[in-house]
């Protein structure tokens, strides 16, 4: 009975890797079309932001195609732990990405990139900058926050109040 809702949870597991690996893809996708769209588009890191964006990439690579790896292999030989454990972890590692990636900031010379929005500089009100790493703005009559951790806030502000 156990071995049975441990492996309902491992199938959970596969769907939650497929559906955040999916965004993931459709954030990346979208970045190289509006960069193709628009050649000023930049991305906005600090320097530690470049460190841990691109470590957080091979991690997230490893973790993926070594969780995908083990779960191969444990149904292969019949271990369910390293089905179990290898589908946590790639869903682990694909759920923590997909967050980060959500709040890439790329600028432009009129247009901003958050994510999967492009915002114009031009119609952004409301602009905050908090002391605990996020900047909220107005646009289109919605609210806004993203984290600015790993974002060059000097010129992200910069972009922004010009």
Known sequence: MQDTILDMLAVIMVVVTLWFTYSILNIIVTIFNARRKDKELKFCFSKNGYIVYTLLTILYLVCLIGGIGFAIYGLINGYSGYYRN????????????????????????????????????????????????????VYMQKDFNFSTRFTDKTKLRKAIFK
């Open 86 to 137: 290898g589908m946590n972890a790639a869903a682990l590692m694909s759920l923590i990405y997909a967050y980060m990636l959500s709040s890439i900031v790329l600028l432009g010379k009129k247009n901003m990139m958050v994510g999967r929005m492009v915002i114009d500089y031009r119609k952004l009100k409301k602009v905050n900058f908090t002391f605990d790493n996020k900047m909220s703005f």
